[in-house]
């Protein structure tokens, strides 16, 4: 009985790994089998109220990539901050709007100065309560210790659809700048349909 029992497991132990590499080609577009380069999202569209008497809501009406960040953070915002420039400056988004939140209410932030940030519009949270309300409404936002004003995000770049709402959502920060556009040619296309 224990040489059948070691023969099965030796079996087991060859077969399964040959059985996961032949699957793989297979399961791998299930598990990303989305259309888009981003990944597709149903949240509903929030107003974050601004510092300077806007709203989120006052940018609906057209595609709007949207970035939060914060003033302290060293390195996803920055470079979550230069693909929102890239896609900016690019001729083929010229229909859509690129919006930088800042999740720290104060002064204004160093981050945008040291950086070519062309066509982005800079703004700042009204206050520090509208930075933890974000925390529960976007997806993939995660957000604590606010009695210190620190702010721990996923620095994702949304994009909100014409109607505020969050469409696609771009969770890493080295980004494909010509598939993030495509996946805006896509949308465009199902918004003129």
Do not use: W
Request: aromatic content about 12%.
């Amino acid at each position: 009985m224990k040489s059948f029992l070691f023969r099965l497991r030796a079996g087991l132990l060859l077969t399964c790994p040959i059985a996961i590499a032949f699957a793989f080609p297979f399961v791998m577009p299930l598990i990303h089998s989305s259309e888009f380069y981003g990944h597709g999202s149903n949240a509903a569209a929030y107003n974050i109220q601004l510092n300077n008497g806007e709203s989120l809501s006052d940018y609906q009406g057209r595609f709007t990539y949207l970035f939060l960040g914060f003033q302290g953070c060293s390195q996803a915002c920055p470079r979550q901050l230069l693909n929102l420039a890239a896609l900016a400056n690019s001729n083929q988004l010229k229909q859509a709007q690129f919006l930088y939140v800042d999740l720290v209410a104060g002064s204004a932030s160093n981050v945008v100065a040291e950086h070519s940030v062309d066509n982005v519009l800079f703004r700042q949270v009204a206050n520090f309560q509208q930075a933890t309300e974000v925390s529960q409404q976007f997806p993939g936002y995660v957000a604590s210790n606010f009695d210190a004003q620190i702010v721990d995000h996923s620095a994702y770049l949304y994009l909100l659809d014409p109607r505020g709402e969050v469409s696609l959502v771009y969770t890493q920060v080295n980004l494909e700048i010509d598939k993030v556009i495509q996946d805006f040619k896509q949308l465009q296309q199902g918004e003129i349909l």
